[in-house]
């Protein structure tokens, strides 16, 4: 057999062709991610955030809420608010509701762990498939309390929304933490020396001190879409 040097230019070359090809195949690949019947929200948050914390408990007051609206309810599968998010939505629905408890996870070495609340699951190895996922299905992200992997799904989510990769969707922020975000992106993306984006990009994101205030987001943009 050959040997093939992988300093050779036109090797590099159809290295490169052939994953131009994987790429355009994964961007194909997305929309036979199983849609669902009715309106969809993912919520997003942290997976350290216990059972007894206040913020828990909204989570699950408001994703009980969303299951008596009759919508889908997907999280990251795991613990924390992902578990709430997917715990209110089973304790919230009918007996006779189709609406979906989902969790679309992420192969973790430490921490993450698939919540208890689940009627599908879809494991992913890579943040980056996972994301694909989350945009593919969702109506609606809501994110609550988190740490960096909220604040990467959540930023992903308004850029793909400002380029309009994403429409016809809304990106509600829950909690007095993403406040000081949208000042950040203020102090530092809109001043006087540069503009590194537009004022109206900030008007994306709909940030609300409690998750009240996001279920009229949510019941507004569902007339709107007409789901």
Request: one cysteine or more; a negative charge; charged letters at 25%.
């Amino acid at each position: 057999m050959q040997q093939l040097d992988i300093k050779d230019k036109l090797l590099q070359q159809r290295v490169v062709n052939s994953l131009e090809k994987v790429w355009d195949l994964t961007d194909d690949l997305v929309d036979f991610y199983p849609p669902y019947d009715g309106y969809t929200v993912t919520v997003f948050g942290s997976a350290r955030i216990d059972e007894t914390s206040i913020h828990y408990q909204d989570v699950v007051n408001f994703t009980k809420t969303l299951a008596r609206l009759e919508c889908n309810v997907i999280s990251g599968g795991g613990p924390g608010i992902m578990e709430a998010a997917n715990r209110g939505a089973v304790e919230g629905r009918f007996i006779d509701s189709k609406i979906k408890s989902v969790g679309i996870c992420i192969e973790l070495p430490f921490e993450q762990k698939n919540n208890q609340y689940l009627d599908e699951t879809f494991p992913h190895k890579t943040f980056f498939t996972r994301l694909q996922h989350f945009t593919a299905v969702t109506d609606c992200f809501v994110a609550f309390y988190g740490g960096i992997g909220t604040v990467l799904e959540i930023l992903t989510v308004l850029q793909l929304m400002q380029v309009k990769k994403l429409e016809n969707r809304k990106l509600i922020l829950v909690g007095k933490m993403w406040r000081g975000l949208i000042d950040w992106f203020e102090k530092e993306m809109l001043n006087e020396d540069i503009q590194l984006i537009h004022q109206g990009d900030l008007l994306i994101p709909h940030v609300v001190d409690h998750y009240s205030e996001a279920v009229e987001i949510v019941k507004q943009h569902r007339l709107e879409i007409n789901v």
